[in-house]
């Protein structure tokens, strides 16, 4: 009795497609890495990207990053939208700064101010050194080291290592003030800005909370993300149907990148 499995010639092919590509990932990742850290000693941690530079003097910044932040590679969707869509007069909301990448080319293109909200505190030098860098005047930013919330409460985050995995977690020795969307628009004048997001599911507390701050949001660059409420969790294309209701408009769509116009706005200039 034989008890070995026999595979039919599609199934083999289907197999050695599976291993060429993992194996391919891999080799990408090592060369990225290997390329990254030639990089970071070149240029000595300020890395040139766009006409601007980004600093990552952080252990929190791997090399794979560094190299994909020199190659045009770093934030791509986020980058090309808001060089896309990006109004020059309207002031701006960034929740999840990370690196300062995406708010330097916001800035480049306002002539506004941007409110940045940065959850992870061992970020914040890197921002601050990376407007300095690029000449930013101090009166054009203003950095919060808070966590987006449906309310004010403390909060727990993680780094978990990395500038780009760092999310909120049940418990954490790092406590971190949550503030709602609400409070932040507090700190901007004007009736209408425009919000840009990437904060790993976080925006569900501005999306599914009841709050009046999208109202005044006349634009929305938001990389969305599966993720749970009070209990109840929510696919991508559930959050999509959300912002829909709340009388925005899909304009454009890369991966898990969108661009929403607010209809009761009228279009942007």
């Given at each position: ?28 990742a ?53 060089m ?12 999840g700064?990370?690196l ?16 940045c ?6 970020l914040?030098p890197?921002i601050?050194e ?41 418990y ?22 425009i ?24 634009m ?9 409420f ?21 304009i ?18």
């Amino acid at each position: 009795m034989e008890l070995g499995v026999e595979f039919t010639g599609t199934e083999i092919e289907c197999l050695k497609y599976k291993v060429m590509e993992k194996l391919k990932f891999k080799i990408q990742a090592i060369l990225l890495n290997w390329i990254g850290a030639v990089i970071r000693i070149v240029y000595n941690n300020n890395i040139p990207c766009q006409n601007l530079l980004i600093n990552t003097k952080s252990l929190l910044v791997n090399n794979k990053t560094v190299a994909l932040i020199y190659f045009g590679k770093y934030e791509k969707d986020e980058f090309e939208f808001v060089m896309k869509y990006l109004p020059k007069d309207l002031p701006i909301v960034e929740l999840g700064t990370s690196l300062g990448f995406v708010a330097l080319n916001a800035l480049k293109k306002t002539n506004n101010k941007i409110i940045c909200l940065e959850a992870n505190k061992k970020l914040i030098p890197l921002i601050e050194e990376s407007f300095k860098l690029n000449l930013v005047a101090s009166e054009q930013y203003q950095i919060l080291n808070c966590a987006l919330s449906h309310k004010k409460q403390a909060l727990y985050f993680s780094d978990k290592g990395s500038n780009e995995l760092g999310k909120l977690v049940e418990y954490s020795e790092n406590v971190i003030q949550g503030i709602p969307l609400e409070d932040v628009t507090k700190l901007i004048p004007e009736e209408e800005f425009i919000l840009i997001s990437d904060i790993e599911g976080a925006e569900i507390n501005f999306l599914q909370a009841e709050s009046h701050s999208l109202n005044k949001c006349k634009m929305m660059i938001i990389e969305l993300h599966d993720t749970e409420f009070e209990g109840c969790n929510y696919a991508i294309n559930e959050l999509v149907d959300i912002i829909l209701t709340k009388n925005f408009e899909l304009i454009e769509q890369r991966n898990n990148t969108y661009v929403f116009f607010n209809r009761m706005n009228g279009v942007i200039a």
